[in-house]
């Protein structure tokens, strides 16, 4: 399993090779429509062939009143932000969702844009929250916080669930640290 870190690595690695094949920016213009995303936003293609966003923005430390005008602001043409990371113990998925919801309107009013816009979040179950039961529970308040984006009908929400710092205690059994 990859760590964040080399995860990392890799997308910029990704980025790097986009510009040693004669591009100057990774948002060289718009290009066609596709899946909810703009063709010039630089993904990677998952296993399940699903596209992810390389380059986003991160929000778990913002002062929870600059949030959601960091989300709009990131959505818009300038700057297709379309993959927000932020993390339940944060304390502001609600802002996120708000932004995200704000700035599609607005993306999809100034860019004639009819469609869906896809967006992704990531956020995170935090460590004390581990186990089934309590993981559950984490995962359905982090999806409670998102409901604005993910009932708004010009939003085409991806939400991925990552443990925060995860890592493993041997006094715990069923962590299975081995």
């Not at 995170?124 to 929250?129: A, D, E, L, M, P």
């Not at 984490?138 to 925060?164: E, Y």
Request: with cysteine; proline share 3%; aromatic share 8%.
């Amino acid at each position: 399993m990859l760590r964040a870190a080399h995860l990392l690595y890799w997308a910029v690695l990704s980025a790097l090779v986009h510009f040693s094949k004669g591009q100057t920016s990774l948002y060289s213009g718009y290009a066609k429509k596709k899946a909810g995303l703009i063709d010039d936003i630089p993904t990677v293609t998952l296993s399940n062939g699903e596209r992810f966003p390389q380059v986003g923005l991160g929000v778990g430390n913002l002062q929870a009143n600059r949030v959601e005008n960091m989300v709009y602001e990131g959505i818009k043409a300038e700057h297709r932000i379309r993959l927000i990371d932020t993390a339940y113990a944060s304390g502001n998925e609600k802002q996120v969702a708000r932004g995200i919801v704000s700035g599609v309107r607005r993306f999809r009013k100034t860019e004639n844009y009819d469609d869906p816009v896809q967006v992704h979040v990531v956020t995170k179950v935090w460590y004390t929250h581990l186990g089934y039961n309590r993981t559950k529970i984490s995962v359905k308040q982090s999806l409670d916080n998102l409901i604005d984006a993910i009932k708004d009908p010009n939003v085409d929400l991806r939400v991925h669930v990552l443990i925060h710092w995860p890592r493993c205690h041997d006094g715990i059994e069923w962590m299975d640290c081995e």
